[in-house]
């Protein structure tokens, strides 16, 4: 049997962009991606603590120390500038890897989106 588990977690980072009008995903300074073993083009869902949202798009690679965290394209309108959004990415392994399976989990600081 197969389940999905979470395999990473970037815990409340800052909304410092969003853009309409890029063709989608969400833009993640490649440092927290680095620390929260997150990769380029790997499906997130971002949940929104200030509205409630919750969505799946995928990720680009944004600039290292930047501590951007941009949602483009129609993601943009489920957020706003200086919401707090949870970024978690999930895997499927068997059942029994999973028992032994450890998460990334990171908590940056939300005012610079840097690693504490």
Do not use: F, W
């Given at each position: 049997m197969y389940i999905e588990v979470v395999?990473?977690?970037?815990?409340?980072?800052?909304?410092?962009?969003a853009n309409l009008q890029?063709?989608?995903?969400?833009?993640?300074?490649?440092?927290l991606m680095v620390a929260s073993n997150i990769i380029?083009?790997?499906k997130v869902q971002v949940v929104n603590i200030n509205n409630g949202e919750r969505f799946e798009?995928?990720?680009?690679?944004g600039a290292s120390g930047s501590g951007v965290i941009?949602?483009?394209?129609?993601?943009?309108?489920?957020?706003?500038?200086?919401d707090i959004v949870?970024?978690?990415?999930?895997?499927?392994?068997d059942f029994e890897e999973a028992k032994h399976f450890k998460p990334s989990f990171i908590f940056p600081d939300t005012k610079t989106n840097s690693i504490v």
């Open positions: 395999k990473s977690k970037i815990h409340k980072v800052r909304v410092t962009e890029y063709v989608g995903s969400i833009t993640i300074d490649e440092d380029e083009h790997e798009t995928y990720v680009i690679k941009c949602l483009n394209g129609p993601a943009a309108r489920k957020v706003a500038v200086d949870i970024i978690i990415s999930y895997a499927t392994m």
